[in-house]
């Protein structure tokens, strides 16, 4: 059982900045895969980013080498940084927990809120 809050979304220009922050709660957090996803309007949500316990990371295509997603257990954090913002990022951003296996499988099962990341053109 892990509870997530998303902080961090906004309004930005295409080319800039944002880290999203996820604060989760819970005494199993360094036992979870974590990850990011994102939903825009009229599309399925996908997944961004992901890390696993052993911090071993992977992205989609379209972030590959824009984002970069990072853990802090000791804090029970994690962050997307997000440079080279695009039109395209706009989208409700989501924290997402998994079990280990979760970070193959793409199968994650607790959700924080979302935060909205609007980049204009």
């Known amino acids: 059982q892990v509870q997530l809050v998303e902080s961090g979304g906004g309004l930005v220009q295409a080319g800039g900045s944002l880290r999203l922050s996820c604060a989760a709660s819970?005494?199993?957090?360094?036992?979870?895969?974590m990850g990011w996803y994102r939903q825009a309007p009229g599309k399925q949500r996908e997944l961004v980013a992901a890390?696993?316990?052993?911090?071993?990371?992977k992205y989609a295509d379209s972030v590959k080498g824009r984002f970069t997603i990072s853990r802090d257990n000791a804090k029970k954090m994690v962050y997307l940084q997000m440079n080279s913002l695009k039109p395209e990022d706009t989208a409700v951003y989501y924290c997402a927990a998994a079990r280990p296996l979760g970070y193959v499988t793409g199968s994650y099962d607790h959700w924080g809120q979302g935060t909205q990341v609007t980049v204009s053109s």
């Open positions: 890390i696993s316990i052993g911090e071993n990371t």
């Open positions: 819970g005494s199993i957090f360094s036992s979870n895969a």
